[in-house]
């Protein structure tokens, strides 16, 4: 039993009754603030409960009343006073608990659950996956009182499927008379994302592959790169990618069902995200719809379905990976409340049901850990650099990666042997405004600003979809250092590597009210 003491405020304390057989006391991590509340496992002192994997076991926690604690005399609560204090130290116990990301909350609500399921694999390994991923290295490691640690980086490949009944064998309609969702893992590659958790540098980096990126697929001529799943599964889908991307190691898959993601998304009580535009569009042979307004919105399941799906305006699929990235921010915020872990039994059973993947329960936790200690600004979100074919190249609408690009990407963010990023002529860079609708007065001094600086090519892009308090310095492809030169030159701004500038820029300016302020060059941040 671990005994939480009561301070003056709060002269009550929780008893928490750990399994039989659990140790006797749970270690804290010693880098983490000591806390406030002060634990005592069967007399032994315990200064933090987040890495503590025993009492994590929901039907294992036990919040009572108890004594009062050595030397203070409460006095006696009323029925509604105690029933408040006990919501208090609830909440206090599971803070604690609480991993700041989905999977970290995942595994710590159900480790015993977790532990005890042999592989999340729902499709047999063959031959090639052995070829191709490196199954044999120990990716994560701990003591038996400690959350797994990631042991080196690993590359992660993250595939969403799309399938329909008509692309079923038979092609033939739902029941229903229409081309339904199908619950299988085995079709076209809607979303492609190759993670990096990297604890060296302690980075997460996310490169989003547009699913339409002319490439050759072994055996199968030159495709686009999403059809490798219907081909060869995850195993072809990865070492397609790996060659496209520089022979980059690839050591994980892991796969879902679009369906799954909006199973996902309603177990976390929606997501909200701000919308950039008015999105409409109807498919009546399919039953899809979308209608979201533009603004901030609070979306349920099939709401953030249609923001992820809907691909119908001006940059097409390149547009969906924008919204793609800009909702796993959202949802990595969501995954941040309190609230949530009232619904991780529910986010297990989803993860359960719709998850295919060959990382190890210990990898998973590993990477859950990882996870909910990574900064913002340690998040990188990148895309495969290249642009759109055009109808004299090709009848079929292509993304056409840049080659010399990915190189550089790949060697500065995922350590492939490459060049890497160097520091490029401010008259060679193609620079992106961004104002919002309220900013065109101040759009001139910050061209004379750059122009000054021997900035050559600068235009002025449509207006940013929402206002902001930070000007943003958008590292588009990845370019990081020019992006910090930039952000010393104007005296504002805060550095972000992620894809959500000007397609055709190198560097997007996103303008916001703080350029029209005192400017202070040496306070450098990120955000």
């Not at 304390?13 to 749970?26: F, M, R």
């Not at 000591?34 to 994590?56: A, H, M, Q, S």
């Not at 820029?505 to 996103?510: A, G, L, R, V, Y």
């Amino acid at each position: 039993m671990c005994r939480r003491v009561g301070t003056a405020h709060q002269p009550y304390v929780s008893d928490i009754h750990l399994p039989e057989g659990s140790p006797q006391a749970c270690r804290p991590a010693e880098d983490l603030p000591v806390r406030t509340e002060i634990y005592y496992c069967k007399g032994l002192k315990l200064t933090d409960l987040k890495f503590c994997l025993w009492p994590i076991k929901a039907t294992s926690i036990d919040l009572t009343m108890a004594d009062k604690p050595p030397h203070q005399e409460p006095t006696a609560p009323s029925h509604q006073n105690k029933s408040s204090k006990l919501n208090k130290y609830r909440s206090i116990l599971w803070g604690g608990v609480l991993g700041t990301a989905l999977l970290a909350a995942v595994a710590g609500v159900s480790l015993t659950a977790l532990l005890s399921q042999t592989t999340f694999m729902k499709s047999q390994p063959g031959a090639e996956d052995a070829e191709v991923f490196n199954q044999t290295d120990d990716l994560a490691g701990g003591s038996s009182l400690q959350i797994p640690q990631l042991s080196r980086p690993i590359n992660v490949l993250v595939l969403g499927t799309k399938v329909l009944t008509s692309d079923l064998s038979d092609g033939a309609e739902s029941p229903e008379g229409y081309h339904a969702l199908v619950n299988s893992l085995d079709g076209l590659a809607d979303t492609m994302l190759l993670l990096r958790f990297d604890p060296d540098t302690q980075q997460l980096v996310v490169l989003s592959i547009p699913r339409d990126t002319r490439t050759r697929i072994a055996g199968h001529g030159v495709d686009k790169i999403n059809a490798a799943n219907t081909q060869g599964g995850a195993a072809l889908t990865a070492s397609t990618v790996s060659r496209l991307l520089g022979d980059v190691a690839i050591d994980r898959y892991v796969r879902v069902n679009v369906q799954g993601v909006e199973e996902l998304v309603d177990a976390l009580g929606g997501v909200t995200v701000y919308v950039p535009k008015d999105m409409k569009y109807r498919d009546d042979s399919q039953h899809f719809y979308v209608d979201l307004k533009a603004g901030e919105q609070h979306l349920n399941g099939d709401q953030a379905l249609q923001f992820l799906r809907f691909r119908y305006g001006e940059f097409g699929d390149i547009g969906r990976v924008r919204r793609q990235q800009l909702f796993m921010q959202a949802m990595l915020k969501q995954a941040l409340k309190p609230s949530t872990v009232l619904r991780l039994p529910q986010l297990l059973s989803v993860v359960q049901e719709n998850l295919d993947t060959n990382l190890s329960n210990e990898e998973l936790l590993a990477l859950a850990n990882f996870a909910s200690q990574v900064e913002r600004s340690q998040i990188q979100m990148l895309m495969v650099p290249g642009r759109f074919s055009t109808a004299q190249e090709y009848r079929a609408s292509y993304w056409l990666p840049d080659r010399e690009q990915i190189q550089a990407l790949m060697g500065q963010y995922f350590d492939v042997e490459a060049n890497t990023f160097q520091v490029i002529e401010p008259s060679a860079l193609r620079v992106a405004i961004q104002p919002d609708a309220n900013q065109a007065v101040a759009v001139e001094p910050l061209i004379q600003t750059l122009s000054e600086s021997g900035y050559q090519h600068v235009r002025v892009a449509s207006p940013y979809y929402r206002p902001l308090n930070h000007t943003r310095i958008v590292a588009q492809n990845g370019d990081r250092l020019d992006a910090e030169a930039m952000r010393q030159v104007l005296g504002v701004g805060k550095v972000r590597v992620e894809n959500t500038g000007d397609l055709y820029s190198d560097i997007t300016i996103q303008l916001g009210h703080d350029w029209s302020e005192p400017k202070d060059s040496a306070s450098s941040s990120f955000h």
